[in-house]
């Protein structure tokens, strides 16, 4: 992304799709991505992404009690276990770039989503803020609190978006048989 145009869009994008999975929490976005240890438990999931000409990451930063907040089943009488929140973790990076993915493939911008890798410990050295972040996102959950940081980029420097007549989507939640 090169254009505050697409920095706003891209932005735009990232809050509707955060609050669309989680209407309760508050979003702040164009946040300035910290830099240094975190003297906390953190839990750090990432997603890389790719196409023959893009690539980037999503990166979620946050306590593993955030994860716990939002996982599927918080509130039942089972705690979740730790690899469950691991695992959620995971998913919900996953879920965010995919649905950053639908989003921007309506506006000609459309990649491949890899694997999720998530890490967990305590006084972590975290320094992705001289990667030049594209969108980032802090959002709070009651206590809990989440960073979320997009970066994103055609490799031939050509427009982030590339409006073309795109009529296949798929809704989030949605699957497609081949």
């Given at each position: ?85 691991l695992d ?54 009651g206590d ?35």
């Amino acid at each position: 992304m090169e254009t505050e145009q697409e920095v706003t869009q891209v932005s735009a994008e990232m809050s509707a799709v955060c609050l669309d999975m989680f209407p309760r929490m508050a979003c702040e976005s164009g946040v300035e991505v910290p830099k240094g240890r975190v003297k906390h438990t953190s839990v750090l999931a990432s997603l890389g992404l790719g196409a023959e000409d893009l690539r980037g990451a999503l990166v979620m930063v946050a306590s593993p009690e955030f994860f716990r907040a939002t996982f599927p089943l918080a509130g039942s009488p089972t705690p979740a276990f730790d690899g469950d929140v691991l695992d959620w973790a995971g998913e919900l990076a996953n879920q965010t770039l995919g649905r950053l993915n639908n989003r921007f493939a309506a506006l000609g911008c459309i990649f491949s989503l890899g694997i999720p890798t998530v890490v967990s410990g305590e006084d972590m050295q975290i320094d992705i803020s001289d990667q030049r972040p594209h969108a980032s996102l802090r959002g709070r959950l009651g206590d809990h609190e989440i960073l979320i940081v997009l970066h994103i980029q055609r490799t031939n420097g050509g427009p982030l978006f590339r409006p073309k007549d795109l009529t296949v989507t798929v809704g989030e939640g949605e699957g497609i048989l081949f």
